[in-house]
């Protein structure tokens, strides 16, 4: 049975497509990610197999294994579009990943194009970050899940949001009391306890905005 890079090489051998087109088209720095793809060492996730589908004018279905047939598109999707108009071509966008905390401050993944994720341009978030451990699985956020965050310095009490607590970033879901100058971190576990924070406490904290979508890793 073809594996996904299988099909990827054999569709881009079908357009007279090199290595070199689809991973500039990709936005990749070389060809090494589509070759090491197309080998098996990487397994491309869900977001970067629909951008692949588009540009080898196919489906992601078919780069999936899930259909024999290719059923080709691209430039006939317009015409689809136009024929049946439940039909709606996919618009993808480029959101920048979290990458490390130093010194307080994110360090996004803006110019490492291999680290940035594509999804649905309807998607009003400025980046995403991979949620880390089961801290969140009450809200449906698991361990490795793409979680979209709306920067924003300020969250309404009850909302889930990436904070930045001295170097690190975690989503919680927050609750700030004015009058006691708290902050109260709460997690979506019952095996872990809140984060409590008050007064010069807080110095220590930040808010980088409310997390507003989120991408199953399974």
Avoid at 31 to 48: C, D, L, T
Avoid at 136 to 149: E, H, L, P, Y
Wanted: glycine share 6%; with cysteine.
């Amino acid at each position: 049975m073809l594996k996904i890079g299988d099909r990827i090489k054999i569709r881009r051998e079908q357009l007279k497509m090199t290595q070199d087109e689809l991973a500039q088209a990709m936005g990749y720095k070389s060809r090494s990610s589509i070759n090491k793809i197309e080998k098996g060492v990487n397994e491309p996730p869900q977001s970067i197999i629909v951008k692949l589908a588009k540009l080898l004018k196919t489906t992601p279905a078919y780069l999936m294994g899930w259909e024999d047939e290719q059923n080709t598109y691209g430039t006939d999707i317009t015409v689809l579009s136009a024929k049946y108009d439940n039909i709606k071509p996919v618009t993808l966008k480029r959101f920048p990943m979290l990458g490390e905390i130093a010194c307080g401050e994110p360090i996004f993944a803006d110019e490492d194009k291999e680290h940035c994720v594509m999804a649905d341009m309807d998607i009003n978030a400025d980046f995403c970050l991979t949620a880390k451990g089961d801290s969140m699985i009450n809200a449906r956020i698991n361990d490795g899940d793409i979680v979209f965050i709306k920067e924003m310095p300020i969250v309404d009490n009850g909302e889930i949001a990436a904070v930045i607590i001295g170097d690190e970033a975690t989503l919680k879901r927050v609750y700030y009391y004015k009058e006691q100058n708290k902050l109260v971190l709460n997690p979506e576990n019952p095996k872990y306890e809140p984060l409590v924070y008050v007064n010069n406490e807080l110095e220590t904290i930040r808010i980088l905005g409310k997390a507003v979508y989120f991408m199953s890793a399974l």
